[in-house]
């Protein structure tokens, strides 16, 4: 069974900087499309962003755009979130996903990401952001 493990989580100040990392402990085929996802207490879980096997096709939500950068490194099945200028409502529980189980191609994976019907997923990693 393939795992997430996730890491780089913590606490900073408003205006601060984390990157959270998500290792998978082998290959498998929903990988071709990964997410971050994050829920802040008392709201819904959120996709933020995904991106897609090669790294070429990425995208982010409204919500982090110009912040927040996802990437990968296929060669270590890895993938990346860099949080820049964050901000008091970013504080929440981030979660990397691997991809839908069944399908494939980029706008699946974007769907799949604003639907939250991602195969796999990590246990999650708490970003605290003070003002």
């Known amino acids: 069974q393939v795992q997430l493990v996730q890491s780089g989580g913590g606490s900073v100040q408003a205006g601060g900087s984390l990157r959270l990392s998500c290792i998978a402990t082998?290959?498998?085929?929903?990988?071709?499309?990964m997410g971050w996802f994050r829920q802040a207490p008392g709201k819904e879980r959120e996709g933020i962003a995904a991106?897609?096997?090669?790294?070429?096709?990425?995208y982010v939500s409204d919500s982090v755009k110009d912040r927040f950068t996802i990437s990968r490194d296929d060669a270590k099945n890895t993938i990346y979130l860099q949080m820049n200028s964050l901000k008091p409502e970013d504080t929440g529980m981030y979660y990397c996903?691997?991809?839908?189980?069944?399908?494939?191609?980029?706008?699946?994976?974007?769907?799949?990401?604003?639907?939250?019907?991602?195969?796999?997923w990590g246990k999650g990693a708490q970003v605290t952001v003070s003002s």
């Open positions: 996903a691997t991809g839908p189980k069944h399908g494939s191609g980029w706008p699946l994976c974007v769907r799949a990401e604003e639907e939250g019907a991602f195969d796999i």
């Open positions: 082998r290959y498998t085929y929903s990988m071709n499309c």
């Open positions: 991106i897609y096997t090669g790294g070429k096709s990425t």
